[in-house]
């Protein structure tokens, strides 16, 4: 994805979710995106 993709689909969700809900949003995103790496270095189980 190029820089400008990335811009375009940030403009599209702050339209979508209006500044209100952003910080929510980002947040659910940071904690997802900590949740997988944090899966990611766990040992698999047997």
Do not use: N, T
């Not at 400008?4 to 809900?21: D, P, S, T």
């Amino acid at each position: 994805m190029s820089v400008l993709e990335i811009i375009l689909i940030g403009a599209v969700i702050i339209l979508i979710f209006e500044g209100k809900k952003l910080p929510e949003l980002m947040k659910g995103i940071g904690k997802s995106i900590r949740e997988f790496k944090a899966g990611k270095e766990e040992p698999p189980v047997k």
